[in-house]
């Protein structure tokens, strides 16, 4: 992402520590949005099962210090996943939910800042067809090279 991911719009899709829970306990999402919003970075979150209570908790945990007023600005969430990524400048896969995978992912591309980044945390969806969209994507585990 050009070295820095200031003032960059970052969507975190999941929250949770496993899909079909709303339980964040150890979440590795609490641990991204943390170093994201360290960076200075705006994050917008979407789960469709964490209550906002259970996420400020981790955040809290964590460490991250939701009265700031940094963090009050840059950060929010989306009861919509499309709302969500809309005008963002990356998104990150954080929880396997079943939903990402059929998500209309032309339709993201489309509304999302350019280059487009997708990083899988979880390697649940299709890289060689988000490629062929446009999208730069990024995977755990795996070299960029051996995604083509």
């Not at 709303?22 to 979407?46: F, I, P």
């Not at 981790?58 to 499309?82: C, F, I, M, P």
């Not at 060689?128 to 585990?141: D, N, P, T, Y």
Request: proline share 2%.
């Amino acid at each position: 992402m050009f070295n820095t991911v200031t003032a960059k719009r970052i969507a975190i899709l999941g929250f949770a520590f496993k899909k079909d829970t709303g339980d964040t306990r150890e979440t590795a999402a609490a641990y991204v949005t943390k170093y994201l919003l360290e960076e200075r970075a705006s994050v917008v979150v979407y789960d469709p099962k964490v209550v906002q209570e259970e996420m400020d908790h981790e955040l809290t945990y964590v460490g991250v210090d939701l009265k700031a007023a940094n963090t009050q600005k840059d950060l929010s969430r989306e009861a919509d996943v499309y709302a969500a990524c809309k005008g963002a400048h990356a998104i990150a896969i954080c929880t396997e939910w079943d939903e990402f995978k059929t998500l209309d992912y032309a339709r993201i591309y489309k509304d999302m800042v350019k280059p487009a980044f997708l990083f899988d945390g979880r390697n649940i969806i299709d890289h060689a067809k988000l490629r062929k969209i446009g999208f730069e994507v990024h995977a755990i585990g795996k070299h960029p090279i051996a995604l083509e």
